[in-house]
Structures are given as structure tokens and as C-alpha cells.
């Protein structure tokens, strides 16, 4: 499969279920949370999301 057909199959797959995608998965709030607990982080702190989905999973 190369970058592009890749690509697309991303694009097709998430662009549809983007919108709706917090309220289709409201019950992942805890676990984001217990996940960012464990990083340790600080007020101060700086976290790069590069883009990895909504952005609700971290504060």
C-alpha cells in the first residue's frame, strides 16, 4: 500500500465519523484521564498532540 491509497482509506474512514466522534465515545473522559495522570505533568508544562484525533485526551 503506498502513503497515498494509506492516506485516503484515513481520510475515508475518519472523515464521515469525525463530527460526532466525543458523543459516539463519551465514556473514554476517565481513562484519558488516568492516562494524563501518569504523565506527571505540571502546571508550566508544555505536551505537543500532534494530531492525534480530537484532542480531548488531554487537558
Not at 23 to 38: E, M, Q, T, V, W
Not at 39 to 56: E, S
Amino acid at each position: 500500500m503506498t502513503d497515498d491509497h494509506t492516506h485516503t482509506h484515513v481520510l475515508d474512514f475518519f472523515t464521515p465519523r469525525a463530527a460526532d466522534w466525543d458523543s459516539r465515545f463519551p465514556d473514554d473522559g476517565p481513562a484519558y484521564a488516568a492516562a494524563a495522570g501518569l504523565l506527571g505533568l505540571r502546571p508550566g508544562d508544555a505536551v505537543l498532540d500532534a494530531g492525534c484525533g480530537t484532542g480531548r485526551a488531554l487537558p
